[in-house]
Structure formats: C-alpha cells, structure tokens
C-alpha cells in the first residue's frame, strides 16, 4: 500500500496545500484517501477520499475543503453528487453526463488513467467535473489524454515502468504533462512527490 505526501503548489511555485495520501487495489478496485493540510504542513483542512470500481469508474467520492463537501459517485453514464456549504443547510443536488470527478488532487490523475487504461501510443478524451477551488463549485470539462511514452528505470526491487501522459484541455487548449509510476503521481502541473514510504501498486486498469 503507497504511503506518501503530495505538495500541491501555485503557478508560482509555492505550497498552497499538501496531501498526506494512501492508496491501494482492493478486490473491487482501487482506492486513494488523504488527508489535507496547509501550507504549515500540520493543520488540516480537508480530505479526498475516491473510490473506484474493477472498471475504474468513481462509484464514491467524497471532498473536504474549507467547509465544503461534495460526495458523489458514477452510475448509469452520469455523474451525481450532493454539495454542501459550511453552513450545512445549503446543500444542493445535480448531475452531468460526464466519466466522474476531477480536480486539484493527484488522485484524481490515478483514477482517470485506470478508467482509461491507453497503451502506449493510444489517446482518449473523457468528459470530467472538475471540483474547482476555493468552493469545489462543479464545472465540467472534457479533456484529451495521450499515453505517449512508458519507460523502464532500475530500482533495487526491479524496473520500475514511468509512463508519460499528455492532457489538453479540449476548451482552452492547456496542455500539461503527467508522469506516473503504477498508481502514484511522479510529476504533474502544480503537484510534487514530497515523500514515499512504500513503493508504488503497479498493477494496471483495463487495457485499451
């Protein structure tokens, strides 16, 4: 089981928040839980926990941030959720035909290469709502990911297989580059490796 700390960080480099995360393949699939610190690295403020099936679709999900929650999962081709406020009175339901739930945790990145599984060379384009920041108000996007690249570096237990992705944002046109070894993220816009204590689960998703 992967144990490690994420530093999430601004456009300018700096530490907005950090993840202190778990993740493992269970019998049904695969799950990522953090908790989430600020910049101090010692008070929390949220957590992120996603649940996916076999398949590795989102059938849980559940953001903590600042007061507010989401929890949702997929079902049917839609994605639903429930949002509430820090006030706790104001939560509000809806749903979208999208593939699940996007957002600033690097989770979100394992959880969306497992629902692809491309081969090397291979690229798709998902529909995702992305919980955006300060308030994980829903939006949703559909973004095209490339599996351009997988390499084999030696490791004292064996080679260890990095695979490079490229993602463009179909509506803006962003490109940005994400590395991941098994179901932990290496390198990705605005999220660094800050600790691993065990290695990464290498086992892969559905192959396309």
Same mark, same amino acid.
């Given at each position: 089981?992967?144990?490690?700390?994420?530093?999430? *960080?601004?456009?300018?480099?700096?530490? #907005?928040?950090?993840?202190?995360?778990?993740? +493992?393949?269970? @019998?049904?699939?695969? =799950?990522?839980?953090?908790?989430?610190? +600020?910049?101090?690295?010692?008070? /929390?403020?949220?957590?992120? !926990? #996603?649940?996916?099936?076999?398949?590795?679709?989102?059938? =849980?999900?559940?953001?903590?941030? !600042?007061?507010?929650?989401?929890?949702?999962?997929?079902?049917?081709?839609?994605?639903?959720?429930?949002?509430?406020? %820090?006030?706790?009175?104001?939560?509000?339901?809806?749903? $979208? %035909?999208? $593939?699940?739930?996007?957002?600033?945790?690097?989770?979100?990145?394992? +959880?969306?290469?497992?629902?692809?599984?491309?081969?090397?060379? +291979?690229?798709?384009?998902? *529909?995702?709502?992305?919980?955006?920041?300060?308030?994980?108000? %829903?939006?949703?996007?559909?973004?095209?990911?490339?599996?351009?690249?997988?390499?084999?570096? /030696?490791?004292?237990?064996?080679?260890?297989?990095?695979?490079?992705?490229?993602?463009?944002?179909?509506?803006?046109?962003? =490109? $940005?580059?994400?590395?991941?070894?098994? !179901?932990?993220?290496?390198?990705? @816009?605005? #999220?660094?490796?800050?600790?691993?204590?065990?290695? %990464?689960?290498?086992?892969?998703?559905?192959? =396309?």
């Amino acid at each position: 089981m992967p144990r490690g700390l994420y530093s999430l *960080r601004d456009h300018h480099g700096m530490v #907005v928040a950090y993840e202190q995360f778990s993740c +493992a393949p269970g @019998p049904a699939g695969w =799950r990522y839980h953090a908790q989430v610190l +600020a910049p101090d690295g010692r008070t /929390p403020t949220g957590l992120v !926990d #996603v649940t996916t099936d076999a398949r590795g679709l989102q059938i =849980r999900v559940e953001v903590r941030t !600042d007061g507010w929650v989401v929890r949702g999962g997929v079902a049917g081709g839609e994605t639903f959720w429930v949002r509430t406020g %820090p006030s706790g009175e104001d939560a509000s339901e809806d749903t $979208a %035909p999208a $593939a699940g739930f996007t957002g600033r945790s690097p989770g979100f990145l394992v +959880a969306v290469t497992r629902l692809l599984g491309l081969r090397a060379g +291979a690229s798709s384009s998902v *529909r995702l709502v992305a919980l955006t920041d300060p308030v994980l108000a %829903p939006l949703p996007i559909e973004v095209s990911w490339s599996l351009t690249t997988v390499e084999q570096y /030696p490791t004292e237990v064996g080679p260890l297989p990095v695979e490079r992705y490229e993602t463009e944002d179909l509506a803006s046109g962003q =490109r $940005a580059a994400v590395h991941l070894a098994g !179901d932990v993220v290496l390198a990705a @816009p605005g #999220v660094e490796l800050d600790a691993l204590e065990t290695p %990464p689960t290498l086992s892969s998703g559905p192959s =396309r």
